[in-house]
């Protein structure tokens, strides 16, 4: 089952425009990471947020954790094209169980 | 440092035939997964490895899916026999130590279309 749910499914912005990205999950966690995922590629790691920090940054990316909403959301300040991509949450229930991924928010930013 | 490597990367095959995808996770990388990814989803976890013994199955179709990872390097995933809805991304993913505290790296993926 996903645990994850992203909002929206999908976002069309300009160039420069910010996007953002929600994610809600459902059990509690021990860390939530969203990765990115370029068409026909594999997933590449974007960022880690741990239950007990609620802001963390990655040059363009700014990631928020609200646990007692069991949410997430994922910013990406000044897009480009090269953002273009989708974009997924993960969490770790607890320990050392495997991540349980959401269905993504397909992100296109138009030059 | 290189990545993780699967092969074939795209696959073509009738239903009921068999397929065998390979995965080469990180050097030293102690935890192996397997995920499957149908177009438009996240992945699904089908496997998971701690050097050579099986963590999580629970989501492994057992009757047409096996894998194994005898050595506790490389991992084989085996289909038999594929049925229509088993077209997908199979993913294999890596992580040291295990991965929900830490970054899970993936391979690009063997892509799977059954016809």
């Known amino acids: 089952s996903q645990q994850g749910e992203e909002d929206p499914q999908a976002l069309s912005i300009q160039e420069g425009e910010n996007a953002t990205m929600n994610c809600s999950y459902k059990?509690?966690?021990?860390?939530l990471q969203w990765y990115r995922q370029n068409s026909g590629r594999g997933l590449v790691h974007l960022i880690l947020?741990?239950?007990?920090?609620r802001e963390k940054h990655s040059g363009r990316l700014r990631v928020t954790l609200d646990t007692s909403k069991k949410s997430s959301s994922l910013l990406i300040t000044a897009s480009r094209a090269a953002d273009t991509a989708s974009y997924f949450c993960a969490t770790a229930p607890s320990g050392n169980t495997p991540l349980v991924f959401g269905k993504g928010t397909r992100l296109s930013v138009i030059a | 440092e290189a990545g993780v490597a699967q092969s074939p990367r795209y696959k073509i095959i009738e239903k009921r035939q068999s397929v065998a995808f390979w995965c080469n996770p990180i050097?030293?990388?102690?935890?192996l997964y397997w995920y499957q990814q149908i177009l438009g989803q996240g992945p699904k976890l089908l496997i998971q490895?701690?050097?050579?013994?099986?963590?999580?199955d629970s989501q492994l179709p057992k009757d047409r899916f096996s894998a194994e990872r005898l050595k506790g390097v490389d991992s084989t995933l085996k289909i038999q026999p594929a049925k229509l809805e088993d077209s997908a991304v199979y993913l294999c993913?890596?992580?040291?130590?295990?991965?929900?505290?830490?970054?899970?790296?993936f391979g690009e993926g063997s892509w799977l279309t059954v016809v």
């Open positions: 993913a890596s992580s040291s130590p295990a991965g929900s505290g830490n970054t899970i790296y």
């Open positions: 059990t509690s966690i021990n860390n």
């Open positions: 947020i741990r239950s007990n920090e």
């Open positions: 490895f701690q050097n050579n013994g099986v963590v999580d």
């Open positions: 050097s030293g990388h102690a935890t």
